[in-house]
């Protein structure tokens, strides 16, 4: 009887690594992008970290705490990734109110709603970025220029980024041409020497994340490659087109938040496909919604929405793009 084999439900397989490891990792991968920030952006992207950070952990805390009346769930470390993530999502000088706000959302509504961590349909950071947005339109497209660690939170000067200039300029029938002095140049938006939100002004920053994170397989290379890649063909086509018209697939690479998306918000665990043609997939649907928003929409950017559409599509994707199954009969004809 001891021999008996047991048989129990998904998954079989098991292995060390648990959401509070995962969740560390990904917070180290974050660190070079919030370094960037601080130093490019000042005391304003430490106030607006902060407090980011400590609501999303005291929202989860107390949701769970008087709402749910279950054991608080802030140790596996993904209240904190939600805090920060959205942070890297606003300008340095938003006020407060409206960052406990977009907190709010993110995690009582966005997360702890649907039963918190693993349930959750959309990503969080990025529904409390897209109803700041909505909600609060001028104050989160008031952009503070990158000037250094001495700016201040209220001081900073203000611009637009570049993907504003770049769409301000096409609607009065200015050419590409014509506005590239206004815009910083490859290496300068390389660095992150523009204006934008927190975390996406330092591509240098975000792709030593992505290494780090592929190095120790917290992620795999399908979602960020197929999101990037897809915009490059695409604005590259776009380009090739009307060169006069379209900018290069370098600008819309280093400007906005298309790293940031393709690296950190596409590839959560929660809200992305499970399998690798399903990912890429996803990704590729990703990166021609961005491209088709910011071309042709009234938007500038359209990373956000583009990753919140394509995460509505994940449960279909998890359904019908499967493996095949071991011992599956291929029918010929």
Not at 179 to 208: D, K, R
């Amino acid at each position: 009887m001891s021999n008996l084999l047991k048989v129990s439900p998904s998954p079989h397989i098991h292995g060390n690594e648990t959401t509070r490891k995962l969740m560390t990792g990904v917070i180290i991968a974050l660190m070079p992008a919030l370094f960037a920030s601080v130093f490019y952006f000042g005391y304003g992207a430490v106030i607006v970290t902060v407090t980011s950070v400590v609501s999303c952990v005291l929202f989860e805390y107390l949701t769970c705490r008087f709402i749910l009346h279950r054991p608080a769930t802030i140790s596996d470390g993904s209240a904190l990734v939600t805090g920060l993530l959205l942070a890297f999502n606003v300008p340095s000088n938003l006020p407060v109110y409206i960052i406990i706000i977009g907190a709010f959302v993110s995690v009582v509504i966005a997360k702890m709603t649907f039963g918190g961590l693993g349930n959750n349909p959309f990503n969080p950071a990025l529904v409390g970025r897209v109803f700041l947005l909505i909600s609060f339109p001028v104050q989160m497209t008031t952009w503070p220029l990158a000037k250094g660690f001495a700016t201040g939170y209220t001081d900073a000067v203000t611009g637009a980024t570049p993907l504003a200039i770049l769409k301000e300029g096409l609607r009065n029938g200015e050419p590409v041409s014509g506005l590239i002095s206004q815009i910083p140049t490859p290496a300068q938006m390389f660095m992150g020497n523009m204006g934008g939100s927190l975390g996406e002004v330092a591509a240098v920053a975000l792709i030593i994340g992505l290494i780090y994170m592929l190095v120790r397989k917290i992620i795999t290379w399908h979602v960020p490659v197929s999101v990037i890649g897809s915009i490059a063909i695409f604005t590259a086509i776009l380009w090739l087109a009307d060169p006069e018209k379209y900018a290069d697939p370098l600008f819309h690479l280093l400007a906005g938040g298309v790293l940031l998306g393709a690296i950190f918000m596409a590839t959560d665990y929660v809200t992305s496909p499970m399998n690798p043609k399903a990912m890429i997939i996803y990704g590729c649907g990703i990166g021609i919604i961005t491209v088709i928003i910011r071309v042709w929409g009234a938007y500038p950017e359209g990373v956000s929405f583009a990753i919140l559409i394509m995460n509505a599509f994940v449960p279909l994707m998890n359904t019908y793009i499967k493996p095949k199954r071991f011992g599956e009969v291929i029918k010929n004809g």
